[in-house]
Structure formats: C-alpha cells, structure tokens
C-alpha cells in the first residue's frame, strides 16, 4: 500500500500526547471504577506468562547463536514469530478490566489506572521488548509504531470505509499489529482465519482494558486516522527481541 508521507504528518500532529476525543469521552461521561463484567486484571497469570517467555526466549536465542547457517537461523526466527503470537495476545488479556484514565501509569495488571500508550509499551517491555517504558508510552501513535517498523512498512489509510480498512489488514496477513488512531494507541491481534481483535485501554465506555471483536471495535470504527503495522511479520523486529537489541523511541 503506498505511503502518503503528507498525510501521515498531519495525522502524526493530530495523534500527539494530548489524545483530543479521549478528553471529550471523559467529560462527557465519566468513567465508572468498575471493571467490564465478566472481566478482572489478572497479575499473577500475567507475571507467570513474563517469566515463561523469558525462559523460551532465552532458550531460542541461544540456539539462534549456536546456529551455523542462515537456513537455521531463519528457522529459529520463524519459531520466535510463533511463540510472540501466542504469547503476547495472553499477556495483554490478563489486563482486561484494568481501569483507563488519561494520566494511567500503571505497570501491570489491576496496578492502578492506564492510558492507552502505557498499555502498549507495559505489554512489550513485559514480553522483553528492550523499550524506553514511559518515553515510548507518551509519543503519537504513529511514532510509537515507528519505534518498530519503517515507514516504508507501514499502511496508512485516512477517511476509508471501515470495512475497507478491515480488509486491507487482512491482506496484509495474520500477526500481532499496533495501530495509530486519530487520538489513540492499540494492538491488533489478526490469525491466520481472518479473525481480527483489537485490544486497548478504551478511553471510552467502558472505560477500561478490553478485547473487542471486529463489530464491536467503536473507537476503530468511528476513526478517520489509520496507521498500522505487523510487529510480528517484520524479521527484523522478531530478531531484536529475540536478541535484546534496543528499540530506540521515535519522537518525530
């Protein structure tokens, strides 16, 4: 998909740190401190699940060392791909319910409130991203994406149907994607049967960490502003963190 370089600036100065309908949503309705039913922050699981992937990828990346050949060090790349995909959606669910607020912090599930920056960067770093936390977590949108992929790597779309933007990520392919809005930060869990989630610290009703389906994804529907990127397609990003290599935080 061709990059629009005009466009993806001004949405950049439109996603900044002062994240506009988040504020709205607030004043209009505030926000409860209940949980979305059927949901509760899960820490113990979610520090369990840190551990084990950090064991699995220390694991892989001593093989990756050891490997001989650039044949088995693609295969062990491809094996990273595969344990992120299965973990990290894991870990991000373990958040469900926690409490969004515009200034949240929090560092783990139920740890407090979080805004929706934080929520991605604490989700990474936990997974063994080498990320700068909070410096990550208070950028734009598309500057948190482009501390991971290129811009040449990204897929732009502003003032497309929502269908249309749903069938471009999926011709894109199945991954762990993050995704710039107009004022908004979120993952994108996409599987190789088309299924697409979005994952997020709403910061509109019901005010907390959900997993939403395709249909029931508001704020992704109702945003002008679409900025992805597959974290888990790009070679280069499974091989950084399967390496501890640092990801440098993109400011402008």
């Not at 505030?30 to 369990?48: F, I, K, V």
């Not at 990290?88 to 409490?99: A, D, N, S, V």
């Not at 997974?127 to 410096?135: L, S, T």
């Amino acid at each position: 998909m061709k990059f629009i370089p005009l466009l993806l600036l001004a949405g950049a100065c439109g996603a900044g740190w002062i994240y506009r309908d988040e504020i709205i949503a607030l004043v209009e309705s505030p926000p409860g401190s209940d949980p979305e039913p059927g949901n509760a922050p899960d820490p113990e699981t979610y520090e369990t699940l840190s551990g084990k992937l950090a064991e699995d990828r220390q694991r892989l990346r001593q093989r990756y060392r050891q490997a001989s050949n650039n044949s088995e060090r693609s295969k062990i790349l491809g094996e990273a791909r595969i344990l992120l995909e299965d973990c990290l959606p894991r870990l991000m669910r373990c958040w469900l319910g926690t409490p969004w607020d515009f200034n949240g912090t929090a560092h783990e599930p139920g740890g407090g409130k979080v805004a929706c920056g934080y929520f991605v960067s604490s989700v990474l770093q936990d997974a063994g991203f080498h990320i700068e936390w909070a410096r990550l977590a208070q950028q734009a949108s598309q500057n948190i994406l482009g501390t991971f992929i290129p811009r040449e790597e990204m897929n732009l779309l502003v003032g497309v149907a929502y269908e249309e933007f749903l069938a471009a990520v999926e011709s894109c392919g199945s991954g762990i994607y993050i995704v710039g809005l107009d004022s908004h930060v979120a993952f994108l869990v996409v599987t190789g049967e088309g299924e697409i989630r979005f994952i997020h610290s709403s910061g509109a009703s019901p005010y907390c960490v959900v997993d939403e389906a395709r249909d029931e994804a508001r704020v992704l529907r109702s945003s002008n502003y679409r900025v992805t990127g597959n974290l888990t397609a790009s070679g280069e990003v499974v091989r950084s963190w399967l390496l501890g290599t640092e990801f440098k935080t993109q400011t402008s």
